[in-house]
């Protein structure tokens, strides 16, 4: 038995990936922007929720199948778009992709990804959806959402929040902008942190060491190199007045991610957003802006019922999901839930995280005397 299948809840997965992974690599997933005031909150705040239970009520079979942006799925929640997976493990969103399918779950394939989205979208074992950053300009994006459309990926999911990266303290210490400088030099004091991680150094190299940027396709120069991300953010910054361009590419459903008002969340529905993502980037860009928990009541009552309401962003427990749930989403996305998974066995730790939020949704459902997830409503919390 790996030592994954014995993790009990999610925090243990974290401390496996930190034994496994780089403190570079393990610092850039469990890491936020500033103080990390926002990320904290992101988990804290599930604790300011308590449920208010309906007991004896006997029925053993509960219901987790919901429908984001016309998918079923059989798990109220999804993966989200985690850059650089392929980092964590051998082509990690490849394994990522086919581990959320075998759940009858959506994988979400960020831009940023090191694996080749038709290569994912081959490795998927269930619906895909396809997150864009603007890198590389308006062609280079261009040829992405053709490319995903043309894959069979289902949704757009349209990142706002990324004007510029947030400061990631952790990776400025780490060292992480100059182990991808190219530039022995300003690499080597930093390269100790990788060779203390003999099994992970063995499976970057065996995987083609240093990764680039795949679905980034720039006109005249080809594959983007991997290079700070932060830097490469800077200059692809989008607007609500891309949205229209970005629709008329896509030709499908459109995902806004990063909303956290009533202001953005109406944006949205101009736009003709079919879901919208209450998110602040798991507290990796602006410190301080509201946890995403505290920020979906005033979303969910500016849409009104005209687009679907999704939130990520500190799920830690299945509790969570049903907190979120009852707060008026109707599925959460999980970031680094699923990514310390993948940090710490590939396919076998992402399965691992998610079978504990499957079976912990289940049981708190069971608990709270609510046996689908459909029929959650504010009712069943108190605030
Ligand atoms: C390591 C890491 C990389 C991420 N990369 C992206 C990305 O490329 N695009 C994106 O829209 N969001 C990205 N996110 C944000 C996630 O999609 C999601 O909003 C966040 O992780 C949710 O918070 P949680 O990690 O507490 O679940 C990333 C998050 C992490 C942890």
């Not at 759940?103 to 081959?122: H, M």
């Not at 970005?246 to 101009?270: F, H, N, Q, T, Y």
């Amino acid at each position: 038995m790996n030592s994954a299948a014995r993790a009990v809840n999610i925090d243990d997965l974290r401390r496996l990936a930190k034994r496994r992974l780089p403190r570079v690599v393990f610092d850039y997933i469990d890491g936020g922007s500033g103080a990390e005031f926002t990320m904290r909150e992101n988990c804290r705040i599930f604790e300011a929720v308590t449920f208010r239970a309906r007991n004896a009520v006997a029925r053993m079979d509960c219901r987790l199948q919901t429908t984001v942006v016309g998918t079923p799925i059989a798990l109220p929640f999804l993966l989200a778009p985690v850059g650089s997976s392929r980092l964590f493990f051998p082509r990690g969103e490849c394994v990522a992709a086919a581990q959320a399918g075998a759940a009858g779950t959506i994988y979400t394939l960020s831009t940023l990804s090191g694996c080749a989205l038709e290569d994912v979208k081959a490795a998927a074992t269930g619906p895909v959806w396809y997150q864009l950053y603007l890198l590389g300009g308006r062609e280079a994006a261009e040829g992405a959402i053709v490319r995903a459309r043309d894959a069979g990926y289902r949704a757009l999911v349209v990142t706002i929040d990324t004007a510029v990266a947030g400061q990631r303290e952790r990776d400025v210490r780490n060292g992480g902008a100059e182990l991808v400088s190219g530039n022995l030099w300003r690499m080597l004091p930093h390269i100790p942190q990788l060779l203390a991680r003999p099994r992970w150094m063995l499976d970057f190299l065996r995987d083609g060491g240093m990764m680039k940027f795949p679905n980034v396709v720039i006109p005249g120069e080809g594959v983007m190199a991997y290079e700070d991300v932060g830097a490469a953010l800077e200059r692809s910054t989008v607007s609500w007045d891309d949205m229209g361009w970005i629709r008329d590419a896509w030709r499908g459903p459109i995902v806004i991610k990063g909303v956290l008002s009533s202001e953005d969340a109406r944006r949205a529905l101009d736009v003709g957003a079919e879901a919208i993502v209450v998110s602040n980037h798991g507290g990796r860009q602006l410190d301080c802006v509201s946890a995403t928990l505290r920020a979906l009541p005033e979303v969910v009552e500016a849409v009104g019922g005209r687009s679907e309401v999704l939130l990520d962003g500190g799920i830690r427990r299945g509790s969570d999901v049903v907190k979120a749930l009852c707060l008026g989403a109707r599925a959460v996305l999980i970031g680094r839930a699923y990514a310390y998974g993948l940090g710490a066995a590939g396919g076998a730790g992402i399965a691992r995280a998610i079978e504990i939020l499957r079976s912990d949704v289940v049981r708190t459902l069971r608990l709270l005397g609510c046996l689908d997830v459909a029929a959650l409503n504010r009712s069943y919390v108190e605030l």
